[in-house]
């Protein structure tokens, strides 16, 4: 049983930064690409950031490149979302999630996700 636990969230001003964490138990946590997802207020779930198995590859959204960096720790089963110059914007439930990661492209699509953490509550001011 794979179990993902996201923390770090909460209440920031604009400009501001927070990190996000999420645990990951069960499964191989070195073999799984690991995302990270947003649902904002009233709004669909969207794709945030990814990074491979190794760490090498990573992809994101456009309106949040730059400004956030998605990385992993394999030795504590952890992946990490770095945010910094936050925006209003940005309000959302963040999600991790995890797939098996083939090596083939980026995945950026909820469907190619197979574990989903609970989510944590970012929360940006103005």
């Known amino acids: 049983q794979v179990q993902l636990v996201e923390s770090g969230g909460g209440l920031v001003q604009a400009g501001g930064s927070l990190r996000l964490s999420c645990a990951v138990s069960?499964?191989?946590?070195?073999?799984?690409?690991l995302g990270w997802f947003r649902q904002p207020p009233g709004k669909e779930r969207e794709f945030v950031a990814t990074?491979?198995?190794?760490?090498?590859?990573?992809f994101y959204l456009n309106s949040v490149e730059g400004r956030f960096a998605v990385s992993r720790d394999n030795a504590k089963n952890t992946v990490y979302l770095q945010m910094s110059s936050l925006k209003p914007e940005d309000t959302a439930l963040y999600y991790c999630?995890?797939?098996?990661?083939?090596?083939?492209?980026?995945?950026?699509?909820?469907?190619?996700?197979?574990?989903w953490g609970q989510g944590t509550q970012v929360t940006v001011s103005s």
């Open positions: 990074i491979s198995w190794s760490g090498r590859s990573t």
């Open positions: 999630a995890a797939a098996q990661d083939t090596g083939v492209g980026y995945l950026y699509l909820e469907r190619d996700y197979d574990y």
């Open positions: 069960g499964g191989t946590f070195s073999s799984y690409a």
